[in-house]
């Protein structure tokens, strides 16, 4: 489909004027003709005129009264004045009143009536190519904006306190209500609790429900780091100052300027590294590797540690002016034999991400495993259960993940409401009968040999080399409950 003709509205009262003009530029443009201001302003309204090439003296109004009008109601047509005269304050008066583009004087060639006439259609084409691109651009910002912020939306909720599983009555929620509270104010806090308790976790959702939410975040876990690799992370380096460096490094407390920085591992911090960072948490002030002059930067500090601080403190194993300065405020995370109301949550939900993650679909985790992994005391706390959800990911043949694939040491825990001597692990040191001791260790074999055969009571007697009569006997006199699905199963 050709293109339409640039279009064109040619203005004069003598029609010889309008006729040769109109033949010179017909090839190339779509021209109208108007005899005066009154008809061409006709003409403006019902066509989309891109030129305007006006006579400036008319009968009535003039070339310049006329087009300072069509410059108010269509301010992007171009407008060129075709003259005889060429006095200076008519010149002035045209384009302060009308804005013209060009003057044309008469008489005119063809040739050169045709080049204004293109060179003015192209002004049009990339004014109006502007003007379209400028609202594009700002729709564009806008949306970019309104992305942005979505995004910072989205990512403030999914990393928020809500996204910390617990259950109802978890002991969880009065730690997480403490933790809102610390979030608002522009604090130092400290989170003390065993490994794999969720500090981190914690720790990015007062983050992103604080007043820094829209500042970088970043954590770095110090356990066993060593020290000339720790300073070049935490504070930078400049370029030279270390072998085989070729350019500056910039440090996390400079890349969280006016953010948070989460330091997991406090307790293991050397006494020169503890120094170093006592400034930091003092004065906002640290100095580079290899640097000679001080950086500032406003860096909220979040750590964690595994060890009680104060008593690191009392054993002089820690410095109390850091401590102070670390711990204004301090949670306690407690692990997750001490919230094992939680634990199905947590268990479902490790599971379906380890799912979706290795795209193994299940359905979840039967009544009879989780009161198995209910009886563990999970000194790995989560990261142990969620290694542990992955282990029977991978070994399971149903959508649905029975007691049978819980590890060996898990399915030996003696239940939570034994006696005391029946569900420690020191069953060998302590004290009582050999007979009574003995009697708790072949209780804990029998229960997870049954649960992971799956209650098959003769493969169950033929690898721990009993008769099927005393295996039911020693299933009576320990009280192991039968399982809910045995159905007496002998094959």
Known sequence: MTAPLPSILLVDDEEHSLSAMRMALEDDFDCYTATGAEPALTIMQEQDIQVIFCDQRMPGKSGVEFLAEVR???????????????????????????????????PWHPDQLIMVAKNATDLFRLNRDHERMSLEMRYLARRVESSVEDQRKALREGMGFENVLRSANSPLNGVIEQARQFASFDVPVLLQGEAGTGKGQIARAMHYTSLRSDRPYYEIDVTGVDDDILEIE????????????????????????????????????????????????TEGAFRPLGGYEMIRVDVRILSGSEKDLRQEVADGTFRGDLYHALAPTTLCIPPLRNRLGDLPVLAQRLLFDAAAKHGKPVHGISDDALRFLANYDWPGNQRELENEMIRMLIFSQDATLGPE?????????????????????????????????????????????LTRLKWNKSRAANELGLSRVGLRAKIERYGIDTHADADERED
């Open 72 to 106: 108010e109601r269509w301010p992007e047509t171009v407008r060129i004045i075709i003259t005889g005269y060429t006095e200076t304050n008519d010149m002035i008066s045209a384009i302060n009143d009308a804005g013209i583009y060009q003057f044309l004087t008469k």
């Open 234 to 281: 935490l504070f930078g380096a400049r370029r030279g100052s270390v072998p085989g460096l070729a350019s500056k490094k910039t440090g996390l407390l400079q890349k969280a300027d006016r953010g948070t920085l989460y330091i997991s591992g406090i307790h293991d911090l050397s006494p020169r590294m503890q120094l170093a960072l006592l400034r930091v948490a």
């Open 405 to 449: 694939l819980i590890s060996r040491h898990i399915l030996q825990a003696a239940p939570r409401d034994a006696h005391s001597d029946m569900h420690t692990d020191a069953v060998l040191t302590t004290e009582g009968t050999l007979k009574d001791r003995i009697e708790v260790i072949e209780m804990r074999i029998l229960r997870e040999t």
